[in-house]
């Protein structure tokens, strides 16, 4: 379930937070992040979410983020849209796209648990609880890297194959010391985690396994550089969302 809403009247209400309707007339888009803005000057509440672990199994958290976006979309139907509900809105539709690319590759809710390992890369690799849908679309097919090197499951659930085997390898190569997965799992899926504007690290405007649809912000590029690099398909995404709303765009690392 995705949360649908114009708010199409506030596009000016903030110098930095520019919500916008997508052409189709669906997905709310609030991207409340400082041009420019570094790790060094992140507010604080994204330096402690980053230094927590990624919980997003639990349902309480979960709970919490679905009454509100669907208070949100409440509100919407009464003709009374609240821009402050949009970041709540914007990590709801994030989760739940992860949890449809799960479903499209046969997983069941065991990849909540926080030690959960994904069936590719277990030591004794074992099929998903069901069998990946014919359907599935090339991008989201599990990778050699993915077949290989334990990891946890969201890794799997990430539309841009490149980005899942960056991760990978370094995994594979410098150990799972190398690599913050608990914060990257808070900056980008763990539904609970958002404390403001800046807890938004990605946007997702249309099908969930669907590259075009997705749009990484400049925080989240310039703190996560090395995971993006040679991103070109997600890179073109994030610029054409980002040209509609009068943005310059973003250069990964190639």
């Known amino acids: 379930m995705f949360i649908k809403s114009p708010f199409t009247e506030l596009a000016n209400a903030r110098q930095n937070s520019l919500p916008l309707v997508a052409e189709d007339g669906s997905y709310v888009n609030l991207i409340g992040c400082t041009p420019g803005q570094d790790d060094a000057h992140q507010a604080p509440g994204r330096q402690l979410a ?99 090197v334990e990891h946890h499951p969201w890794i799997d659930f990430l539309p841009c194959p490149r980005m899942r085997d960056n991760f990978l390898r370094l995994v594979r190569d410098m150990g799972e010391d190398a690599v913050d997965e608990d914060g990257l799992c808070v900056d980008i899926v763990d539904a609970a985690s958002a404390r403001g504007p800046e807890d938004v690290c990605l946007v997702t405007w249309g099908k969930p396994w669907e590259l075009s649809g997705w749009e990484v912000t400049e925080p989240f590029m310039k703190k996560w550089a090395w995971l993006l690099e040679g991103c070109t398909e997600l890179m073109e995404s994030t610029n054409t969302w980002r040209r509609k709303r009068g943005l310059h765009d973003l250069h990964f690392v190639h």
């Not at 139907?77 to 970041?87: S, W």
């Not at 099929?127 to 077949?147: D, G, V, Y």
Request: net charge positive; aromatic share 10%; hydrophobic share 40%.
């Open 50 to 148: 980053a230094k927590q672990p990624c919980m997003l199994g639990l349902p309480g958290g979960r709970n919490a983020l679905t009454n509100t976006a669907l208070a949100a979309l409440e509100r919407y139907r009464m003709g009374q849209p609240d821009p402050r509900q949009l970041i709540d809105v914007l990590r709801f539709n994030v989760f739940y796209a992860f949890a449809h690319n799960a479903k499209v590759l046969g997983f069941n809710d065991d990849w909540l648990k926080y030690e959960a390992i994904s069936p590719f890369g277990a030591p004794r690799p074992s099929p998903p609880s069901q069998p990946i849908a014919a359907s599935c679309p090339p991008n989201m097919k599990p990778t050699m890297l993915q077949m290989t």
